[in-house]
């Protein structure tokens, strides 16, 4: 019999709790959490039934019993936590966006590949299966080339400047939390990746991103507008345009619906694949297929060419974040 792998995971937050609800829908059990705060550790190995509790967060990443770390802290946590889980031979799950820049990221895939591990990144768009489907409807020719995508996505949070999205000690910024969702799905149906990029950006008073106007283009001249507001409210809308016809996507980081426009004959055809709810389900059925297949299902090389851009962005407006500067 298959041996069960064994999940641990690091942070109670929102996506913690998902992602010991996801596992329960896999019909398996939390195997260990960790937490900054060990009374909420507790608390949530109560509420989801986990074996073990860390005392510390450094004694995760020795536990001979685990197999999977999800790594589910502050972006401007996930390389430590991450190199100290790849070196003591763990596979990783870590959510977006997995680093803060590329230099981060390549530390991490050097050890990785080197142990032979699997790395991944917790993007739902490279997981949930409506985007498995159009990219094949995509790549069977019927709709014509790729020529252009538009890409938004925009949440009206309060100044409040201590918040996550604000605050520049946490990573905070529009890139990094939403722009990530956007690029990757530029990412996905552009044929390489764009070497073209041009950006607006305006600031919010910390001196992180606050709103993001982005043009990119590829060798093969697909183009991409991109639009990130974090402080106005804007649908989560993509349209992929191609020669014959056009998919339009509501909600996509976790979509299960679309539709494509027919050019010629105004013709709508409806494309449902997966379930919204399922996408933390997805992606950790698609990171334990690429362990026990020891072949990479998580797309890293987009994740990898994601992070290039969204770095040398970062490098072009002069935005770094403490980490960065010492």
Known sequence: MEKELKWAVLGTGVIANEMAQALQKMGKKLYAVANRTYDKAVEFSEKYGAEKVYEKIDDMFTDKKSDIIYITTPHNTHIKFMLEALKNGKHVLCE????????????????????????????????MPLYTKLSDIVNSGKLGDVKMIQVNFGSYKEYDMNNRFFNRNLAGGALLDIGVYAISITRLFMTSKPDNVLSQVKYAPTGVDEQVGIIMMNKEQQMSTIALTLHSKQPKRVVIACEKAYIEVLEYPRADKAKIVYTETGEIEEIEEGITANALQYEMQNMEKSVKSGINQMKLEYTRDVMDIMTNLRKEWGMTYPEEEK
């Open 96 to 127: 977006k966006s997995i680093t803060l820049n590329s230099e981060e990221l390549e530390k991490a895939v050097k050890i990785a590949k080197e142990k032979n591990l699997i790395l991944g990144e917790a993007m739902t768009i490279f997981n």
